[in-house]
């Protein structure tokens, strides 16, 4: 069996003889090991730019779906943007992209899990009269600049700015599309700011970043309809609950990384 003779060949060049496979793991005994993929978690402090070939590239086919999906969803809902926080939102993401250009930063994987997952909690816990809303500018800034500060350390913003927009009195269709707008901004930004930090930024295969592309902008197609059959009252519900779920599994996830041997 071709397992077998895998398994043989490793034992053989690690002289570790408790090294075997069952389906498509590896295992040393009765403990699966984890997947050694060091392209895909490079060591920021000892490898080279070749090193991030892989997180370059994932970064790279993320950022191009995402401004790809919100770009068509703000088309889709382009009468119901609210120009104020889009505004709100770029400049918190200058001034946040300004500052991280001249520190260099990488946190440990769960410690970004932990400030993504804790975000929208802490959000939510501040008194009613300074909970981030959407309809105020300074808060926007803020959020902005929170939010693309996270996208710099982590790769994404987490559900921090969802909470964002859960505030205020917009409803569920001036949510997702002024959403929908920061959203493109802020990723098209990133790709930008990264870009321009490497020297080899991350680069995609033309066919796999059109099938990404087309499949986003298909969800964000079959998404609009459900949307319209939703009151203000299920989206907000909803919404929110999707928020709690996603925030305790960052917050679960960092913990187990930081907290296991």
Same mark, same amino acid.
């Given at each position: ?18 090294? #075997?496979?069952? /389906?498509?793991? =590896?295992?040393? !005994?009765?403990?699966? &090991?984890?997947?050694?993929? *060091?392209?895909?978690?490079? %060591? ?44 709100? #939102?770029?400049? /918190?993401?200058? =001034?946040?992209? !300004?500052?991280?250009? &001249?520190?260099?930063?990488? *946190?440990?994987?769960?410690? %970004? ?53 859960? !505030? ?12 929908? %707008? ?80």
């Amino acid at each position: 069996r071709i397992d077998d003779l895998c398994a043989a060949s490793i034992r053989a060049l690690s002289g570790d003889a408790g090294l #075997h496979f069952r /389906g498509r793991r =590896l295992y040393r !005994g009765d403990k699966a &090991l984890p997947p050694f993929a *060091p392209h895909l978690n490079p %060591a920021p402090v000892t490898d080279d730019f070749g090193s991030f070939r892989g997180a370059a590239d994932a970064m790279a086919l993320r950022a191009v779906t995402q401004i790809a999906s919100n770009g068509w969803r703000a088309l889709l809902w382009w009468r119901h943007i609210r120009p104020m926080p889009v505004v709100a #939102h770029v400049v /918190g993401c200058l =001034l946040a992209l !300004g500052a991280w250009s &001249l520190v260099l930063l990488v *946190p440990e994987r769960g410690v %970004a899990l932990l400030l993504l997952g804790v975000s929208p909690f802490l959000a939510q816990a501040l008194p009613p009269r300074i909970r981030p809303n959407p309809e105020r500018p300074l808060h926007g800034v803020i959020v902005g600049a929170i939010s693309m500060s996270l996208m710099v350390l982590t790769g994404v913003s987490g559900p921090l700015l969802d909470r964002h927009f859960l !505030g205020g009195a917009l409803d569920r269709r001036q949510i997702v599309a002024t959403k929908a %707008a920061c959203q493109a901004f802020g990723h098209g930004m990133k790709l930008a700011y990264f870009g321009a930090m490497v020297a080899d930024p991350g680069q995609i295969e033309p066919w796999l970043a059109v099938m990404a592309v087309l499949a986003s902008m298909t969800g964000t197609m079959l998404a609009k309809r459900l949307l319209e059959a939703m009151s203000d009252t299920t989206y907000r519900l909803w919404a929110g609950r999707i928020v709690t779920v996603l925030g305790l599994f960052y917050i679960g996830q960092g913990s187990w990384l930081l907290l296991a041997p």
